[in-house]
């Protein structure tokens, strides 16, 4: 396993009920293989296993079988871990600290003490506009200002591979232009971003490839050149891609 991020046979099966018989397969077999460097995009319908994907490779869950690598090495190596930034969903963040409390306990995890952690926390507050939000708590804050913390979060140990599941959920316009622009710059220093989204639009701007899972499987594995291409040819875009991949696997 050479790439940034590598799904190798990737299996999860949950029990659903009494019985044998009543399993629900939420990853099936699932071969993929992310770049260094790259802005990988992963899409697919609610309930086609992103998430699960996500959480198995940030070790909240237990694949039932299969493998998972991170910069060629198993993803319950605490060395790798160190290496990558994660941002679920919906974070859910000490609310009774502020934001910059907040920055420091999780810079600590990261081992990062005195002048080290206060510059990164300033480094990653001007990248993502925050300044006096730092100083309120962050159970008052908006769910798009939480995600701008939670992102600020997730580079605090500036990663070598960032993680994001639905990073643009409740950010309005602006807060969607920085996501991006941070997302942007990343690359440009060679770090990987693997990110699943529901909005076509920031994959097509922002990614590099596309997966696409439905029921768990991979249904689609292409570079953004190849479908702005097909598309500039007279053929599908994206948004007609995803409705007949996703429509043949259901």
């Not at 232009?177 to 971003?193: N, S």
């Not at 909005?199 to 953004?224: A, Y």
């Amino acid at each position: 396993m050479n790439g940034a991020l590598e799904y190798r046979d990737l299996y999860k099966q949950y029990k659903s009920g009494m019985g044998a018989r009543n399993r629900l397969v939420a990853v099936d077999k699932l071969n993929l293989c992310v770049n260094q460097g790259e802005i990988f995009g992963f899409l697919g319908p609610n309930g086609a296993g992103k998430t699960t994907c996500i959480k198995i490779t940030m070790g909240f869950l237990k694949a039932t079988s299969g493998q998972v690598a991170i910069l060629g090495k198993s993803n319950t190596d605490w060395r790798v871990r160190e290496r990558v930034g994660f941002l679920p969903e919906n974070p859910n963040i000490y609310p009774y600290l502020n934001g910059r409390q907040a920055l420091a306990v999780f810079g600590r995890m990261f081992s990062l003490r005195g002048a080290e952690l206060k510059k990164r926390i300033e480094d990653v507050s001007e990248q993502l506009g925050l300044d006096r939000e730092l100083r309120t708590p962050l159970g008052k804050h908006s769910k798009g200002m939480l995600q701008r913390v939670g992102l600020a979060q997730a580079l605090i140990n500036d990663p070598d591979i960032l993680i994001l599941d639905e990073p643009m959920s409740g950010l309005d316009p602006i807060g969607r232009r920085m996501f991006r622009e941070v997302i942007l710059r990343l690359k440009q220093r060679g770090k990987t971003v693997f990110f699943s989204s529901h909005i076509l639009s920031d994959i097509e701007m922002l990614c590099d490839r596309v997966g696409m899972i439905s029921r768990g499987r991979l249904v689609l594995d292409m570079t953004m050149s190849e479908i702005l291409e097909q598309r500039a040819s007279g053929g599908r875009d994206l948004e007609q891609i995803f409705m007949e991949k996703v429509g043949a696997a259901q």
